[in-house]
Structures are given as structure tokens and as C-alpha cells.
């Protein structure tokens, strides 16, 4: 059985951030459809967010120019991909210019590289998904907007990017149990990235993840706005998985599904300054579905805030999966309502039906939580359901107040099958493994 254990530890002094979004600057266009030399880059000074301006080394290629409408109505697929492929082919720094105050409808775009030389797409005004679901196929249902294969890739511009989820989520198996669960796309996606930053953006409203960083290395997301309605299904704020050396700072995420999704073969990524709620909180995992191996290892979250969430800090594993997570800090954290504010699961299940019991599992280890205070809305303020043939390890909490909200009672510990390693202060006992 699973023993309980009440606890109260004292919290240190928690230094929080002043968090603010930027925006970035504007600008009108004056472009050609060749690109512009220095002598019309003054036109376009503003165009690229914080810190790229237009400059006369780069040239910019405007949409407008390629045949956009930019009236939200007419596709516009083909003058950004049109765009992408000149500035791509460019020797110069180039610029992909989404012009401010227009919305650009797309369908389904793929960007690739190599590139000659790194690119900005300076997204001012919005793009705007087709509303029509049938514009996707079975074969390309999982995208919307990808980057593929580029190295040195900005994406920037205080524009917006906009999802047109509602027409998604109606049909999704989690709001109609009665429809077949089918995959919906995700807004923005990055693949085989290098060098990549993405920053002073507000994605809206995504079909489903809204932003996903996958096979990538040496990555920034820096001051992005992420929303949707809490009730949304399935719409992740930033998804990463396969990719090391990521830094996420200064984000402001409102979901119906995580704020982020940590996944398998993250390697070395630090989060910092971040606000997270509604949503399902901070996930590490699903790992190991499906009898996989997972692998994720030096994964630092620091200084968040969390409102309203389903959880607060989480590594979730199925069972009969392998390999490892390890090396993980949760700290400097504020949870406001969090429902389960610490949680540790080697058993999760989220299959129509009752997953089976199996004897191995992704080992969980050396995972901290500390500094981290605030109100639950449920006794079990740390729940530990471990593996009983893969018992989670060196598990340290220190410096723990999580109190029920509007003070009615005291808040517990669940703990089954975990391995605590003590520091500084932590509960009243260490929690060994249970049956």
C-alpha cells in the first residue's frame, strides 16, 4: 500500500522574474520582387523583430511581392513559398517579410533548406490558417507551417500566427467520443534545425501542438505569446522532442493541453521565466508508449509560475517502456490552484483502453524539486506512483510550502515504490520503496 505522509518545509527566499513580452517593431514595405538593395532597405528598417533590423547587407523579400493578397480570403500559400525559395537561394543575409496589418491565408507549407545564408521571416502582420479541414490530406493531416533542414533560421516580427483551431476542435475524439481520433496539425513545426531562434511572436488557436522543435540543436525561444482556450484538446504550447541544447525564457502560455511537452532525446534544455496556465502544466514525457526507449537527460526548469493548472511539475512514463530520465530540476516555482502541483507516474495510461501491467519501465532519477510554493487544490501536493521493478531514484524535494487553498487543511504526500535521497530540508521521513 502507498504510505502518506504529511508535510510542512520551509521555503527560501524564491527570486521570481518581471516578465515581459515584447513586441516587435514595424515597418511598411517597399519592396521589389527581385529583393531590396540597400538603397530601399531604409523602407524596411523596422521590419524584423528586436535586434534584426533591415539593414542594407540583407535583402528582403516581401510576399506582396510574389502575388499576396494578404486579405485573410485568398490563399497566399504559393507567394510565401515563393519567397522562402528566393531567399533561401540568396548569397546575402536575406528577410522573408510578412507585411503588418494584412492576414495571409495558407494551407499546408513546407520551407526547406540548406540555405545560402541565414534567414529572417519577419512575420508583422498574421498568418492565418485555412479554415477548411479539407485542405489537408490523411497523409498530410500533422502540419501546417514546417522549417525543415535550415541552419541560422530567425523567426521573428511581433506578428501573429493564427491556427483557426475551432474548426478542429469540434471534430477532435476528445470533445466527440463518438468520432475516430484522428491527428490534427501542428502550427508551427521545426525540423532538423540548426541554430534556430524563434522570438516576439503570439501563436493563436492551433489545430493541435502549437509549436513543435524537433531533431534540432543550439535552439532560442525567447518572449512568445501562446493562447487557447483551456477546453481546447490536445493543443500543446511548445513541443520538444529529439533536440539538446534549447533555451526557452520570457513565454506567456495559455492551452488546453501542457504548456510544454518535454518528450524523448531533450538533452540540455533550461527553462526560465515562464507563465504557464490554463493548461495541463509542465510535462516531462509521455516516455516509453508503446514499449519504447526514451532517453532524456539535463533538463533545468526555473523560475515559473503556474495558474489554474491540472498539474504543476510532471514526468509521466508508461510501463514496458526503457531508458532513462535523469538529471531534472524543477525550481523557483509559484503554483496558484494547481491541482497536482509534484507528480512523478512510471504508470501513465492515456489509451481508450486500461493499459496493461508490465515489468520494465523508463527509469526515472536524480530529479529535484525545490524552492517551490503556493496552493493546491487537492490534498496530494506531491504524488510519487513509481515503477515496482524500476523504482524512481534519488528524488530530492527541499525547501517545498504548498498549502490547500483558501487554507482548508493540510496538504500530503502520496508516495509508491520512490528512492528519496535527502537535502537541505526535505519531508519529515524518507519515502523507501512500497508495495
Known amino acids: 500500500m502507498a504510505s502518506r505522509l504529511v508535510f510542512l518545509a520551509p521555503l527560501l527566499v524564491v527570486l521570481f522574474m518581471s516578465s515581459a513580452l515584447g513586441a516587435a517593431g514595424t515597418t511598411s514595405d517597399g519592396t521589389s520582387a527581385g529583393g531590396v538593395s540597400s538603397s530601399s532597405s531604409s523602407n524596411a528598417a523596422d521590419a524584423a523583430a528586436r535586434g534584426s533590423s533591415l539593414a542594407s547587407s540583407q535583402s528582403v523579400f516581401s510576399l506582396d511581392c510574389y ?8 490563399d497566399d500559400t504559393r507567394a510565401l513559398a515563393k519567397a522562402w525559395t528566393a531567399a533561401c537561394a540568396s548569397s546575402r543575409p536575406a528577410v522573408v ?9 495558407l ?6 533548406g540548406p540555405c545560402k545564408s541565414s534567414v529572417v ?13 479539407a485542405d489537408w490530406g490523411d497523409k498530410d493531416r500533422r502540419h501546417w507551417i514546417v522549417f525543415r533542414g535550415v541552419n541560422k533560421l530567425t523567426v521573428n516580427g511581433g506578428g501573429a500566427i493564427d491556427g483557426n483551431g475551432d474548426k478542429w476542435w469540434q471534430h477532435s475524439c476528445k470533445i466527440n ?11 508551427l513545426s521545426f525540423h532538423y534545425c540548426t541554430n534556430l531562434r524563434v522570438e516576439d511572436l503570439k501563436i493563436a488557436n492551433s489545430q493541435q501542438i ?15 505569446s501562446i493562447t487557447a482556450p483551456g477546453t481546447s484538446p490536445n493543443t500543446d504550447g511548445i513541443h520538444i522532442t529529439r533536440s539538446k541544447d534549447v533555451q526557452v525564457t ?23 521565466n515562464v507563465v504557464c496556465g490554463p493548461g495541463h502544466g509542465i510535462s516531462i514525457g509521455s516516455l516509453g508508449d508503446d514499449n519504447s526507449r526514451a532517453e532524456v537527460s539535463g533538463i533545468t526548469i526555473d523560475m515559473v509560475k503556474l495558474y489554474g493548472t491540472t498539474n504543476g511539475a510532471r514526468i509521466k512514463t508508461y510501463q514496458g517502456g526503457s531508458g532513462y530520465a535523469k538529471d531534472i530540476t524543477f525550481q523557483n516555482m509559484i503554483m496558484d490552484c494547481v491541482k497536482n502541483p509534484i ?17 520494465s519501465a523508463v527509469e526515472v532519477s536524480n530529479v529535484v524539486f525545490k524552492n517551490i510554493r503556493g496552493s493546491t487544490i487537492t490534498k496530494d501536493a506531491i504524488k510519487m506512483n513509481c515503477s515496482k521493478n524500476v523504482p524512481c531514484h534519488g528524488i530530492t524535494l527541499q525547501n517545498i510550502d504548498l498549502k490547500m487553498e483558501g487554507g482548508k487543511g493540510a496538504t500530503e504526500s502520496t508516495c509508491q515504490n520512490a528512492k528519496w535521497r535527502k537535502s537541505g530540508t526535505v519531508l519529515p521521513q524518507p519515502c523507501t520503496a512500497k508495495n
Open 107 to 112: 494551407k499546408l507549407v513546407s520551407l526547406s
Open 177 to 187: 467520443k463518438a468520432l475516430p481520433c484522428k491527428e490534427a496539425p501542428t502550427a
Open 250 to 272: 520570457n513565454c506567456k502560455i495559455k492551452t488546453g493541453d501542457d504548456c510544454m511537452s518535454i518528450e524523448n532525446g531533450t538533452h540540455n534544455l533550461h527553462v526560465s
Open 67 to 74: 502575388g499576396a493578397r494578404g486579405d485573410g480570403r485568398h
Open 97 to 105: 517579410l510578412v507585411p503588418k496589418g494584412k492576414r495571409y491565408l
Open 210 to 224: 502549437h509549436m513543435s522543435i524537433e531533431d534540432c540543436t543550439t535552439v532560442q525561444l525567447a518572449r512568445l
Open 343 to 359: 507528480i512523478i507516474d512510471q504508470n501513465y495510461c492515456d489509451k481508450a483502453k486500461p493499459c496493461k501491467a508490465q515489468g
Open 121 to 133: 521571416v519577419a512575420v508583422q502582420g498574421t498568418l492565418v490558417a485555412s479554415p477548411n479541414r
